[in-house]
Each structure stands twice: as C-alpha cells, then as structure tokens.
C-alpha cells in the first residue's frame, strides 16, 4: 500500500495506473500535476486524482510512488524538476515508449535520486489520448517491460515489480537496448507504416473518395494511424536509429516482393505470401515467454 502517488503527466497513461491503483485499493492518496491546468483539473473531476498540484515537484513531494507519464522529449526536464522532491525510498517510474533515451535522461537529471528510478514501458494504449480514456483496467493482462538500471535500488525494483503485478500486468525485463530494437520492430515501424500509407493515399488525385471505400481488411490495417501525433512525433524521433534500422529490412522486403510482382512469378509470390500468413497465423498476442 503506497501513502502517495505522485502523477506527473494526468492523461491516458497516467490516468489509467491511477485508477488501476485505486480500484485495487494500493493508494491512499493521488496528487496529480499536467502540464495545462484544465487537463489537472478534469483529472480532479474524474476523480482520478485526489488533489491538483500546481508543479510537478509539488506532487512528487511527499510521494513514495511516482509516476512520470508525460511525452518522452519532456521526461528530461520533468525529472529535473523533481529529483530533489524525491525521497530516499521513493519508486520513481515512467511509462514511455522508448527507453535508451529515458534512461539517459534520467542519468543526466536525476543525480543522487537515481536510484528510485525503474523505467517501465506498458504494452497497453488506445488511439485516443487523454484522461476522459483512463480506463482502470488498461494494464490488466498485459505485458509490462521494465528496464532497471544497475543504479535502481534492490527495494525500487521488487516495488515495482509487485505494483504492476498488483494491478494485473505481466512483467518482463529487458535492456533499454533490446527493447528499443524489439518496439521499433513491431510498435514504432507499424506506426510509421500507418501513417505514410493514410497520407500516401490521401494524397492522391481523388484520394478521399478510394479511402471512402475501405472495408474491415484496411480498417484493421490502418487502426493505429489515428494515435496521437505529437507523443508519436516524439517516439519516432527518440528511437530514430532503430526505427531507421528497421525501415531498411522493411524496404527490402517490400522490395523482393515487388520484384516478384513485376516479373509475374506467382509461384515464389504464393510462397513469400504463405511464409507470412503461416508466422501471422501462429502469431498470439502476449505469448512472450522469458528465455524465447
Ligand atoms: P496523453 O494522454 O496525452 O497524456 C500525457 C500527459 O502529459 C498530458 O496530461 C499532458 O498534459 C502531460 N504533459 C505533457 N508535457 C508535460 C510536462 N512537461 N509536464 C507535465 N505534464 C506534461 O499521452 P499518453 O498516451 O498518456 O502518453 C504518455 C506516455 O505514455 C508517453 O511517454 C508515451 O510514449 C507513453 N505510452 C503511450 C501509449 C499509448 O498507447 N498512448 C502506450 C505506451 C506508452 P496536457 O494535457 O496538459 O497537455
């Protein structure tokens, strides 16, 4: 049971671990900070949280859980901000997409509070972002990647580990390193894909009429394109060199099956299709096993 959670950032992500906790009765108090006074105030509303800080060092003091949930390009300046807030037993998470640079952040900003600190990484989201789509039961079921640091406190990292579990996540460790290429892969690349496709097509002489015309099979295709711009603006740009990494096996790929269409051999076209209907296929979400 934590006395105070400090919540940096009250919008979807933020939100949605502040209503996990409550529902699981792991909090006595929620003191919340964003970075508009509305978002803060309509967290209040929701009852999300319990009280409106006016800085983000405000609700981290006197916290011993803190939760950064803000866009990854401001995790810098929100833990410099509230690293001397911080006590000696503070858990001290984020929520981000990308981890290599947060955890540069956090060894450039925090300082003496580096210990607190474990980075987390939920696989949850929606497309809308917000805290009118906090949902207390985003996190329940799903993988949650943490990436400790050699410098995060031995009672820091079981803490973590017991409050997402309390929630209902699954936990999995990983280097920043090894998770920055794996969600590159499928999260970050995904999203790229979606995004230059809408506008590849909606660019097009006539492009809004054919997108009038998607069925069920584009509509699952292009689900992910509605996200937030500006967080994903934001993951693309931190996690650039293992995106552009991945945007180079992409265009191979795209490439050899592009040769196969030009040169009409529908023989090895049916075999590349079957090799990645076969792997779809076979494919379940969240069936991750350590040591695969
Ligand atoms: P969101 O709903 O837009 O929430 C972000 C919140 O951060 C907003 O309340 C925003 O306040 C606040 N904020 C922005 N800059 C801030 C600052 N400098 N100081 C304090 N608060 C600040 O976005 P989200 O989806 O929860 O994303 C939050 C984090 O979760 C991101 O790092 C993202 O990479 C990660 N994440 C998102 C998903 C997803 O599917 N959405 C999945 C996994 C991880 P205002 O409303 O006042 O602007």
């Known amino acids: 049971m934590f006395e105070r959670l400090g919540l940096i950032g009250c919008g979807l992500m933020g939100g949605s671990f502040a209503l996990a906790l409550r529902q699981a009765g792991l909090v006595r108090q929620i003191a919340g900070f964003s970075a508009s006074p509305t978002t803060t105030q309509r967290a209040l509303e929701l009852g999300v949280i319990d009280v409106q800080a006016d800085s983000a060092a405000e609700a981290a003091a006197g916290a ?81 990647i943490l990436t400790p640091m050699a410098t995060s406190g031995a009672r820091q990292l079981a803490l973590a580990q017991e409050v997402w579990a309390a929630i209902g996540a699954r936990l999995v460790e990983m280097t920043p390193a090894a998770h920055d290429t794996t969600f590159a892969a499928v999260s970050h690349l995904p999203h790229l894909l979606a995004f230059a496709f809408i506008d590849g097509i909606a660019r097009q002489p006539g492009g809004a009429a054919i997108l009038a015309l998607g069925g069920p099979g584009f509509r699952d295709f292009t689900r992910i394109a509605a996200a937030d711009p500006r967080m994903w603006r934001d993951v693309l740009l931190a996690n650039r060199q293992e995106l552009l990494d991945q945007l180079r096996h992409h265009r191979q790929a795209l490439a050899q099956f592009e040769q196969l269409i030009e040169a009409g051999d529908g023989a090895a076209l049916e075999q590349r299709i079957a090799q990645a209907s076969d792997t779809r296929a076979a494919w379940h979400m969240d069936s991750f096993k350590p040591g695969t």
Not at 78 to 100: C, E, H, P
Not at 102 to 108: S, T
């Open 64 to 144: 011993d859980l803190v939760l950064v949930a803000v866009p990854v390009a401001a995790t810098e300046a929100t833990f410099a901000a509230i690293r001397s807030a911080l006590g000696a037993d503070t858990l001290l998470m984020d929520v981000g997409s990308t981890k290599s640079d947060v955890v540069a952040a956090a060894e450039r900003a925090l300082g003496p509070a580096l210990p607190c600190f474990v980075p987390a990484h939920p696989i949850a989201g929606k497309e809308r972002s917000g805290v009118d789509h906090a949902d207390a039961a985003l996190y329940q079921g799903r993988h949650v």
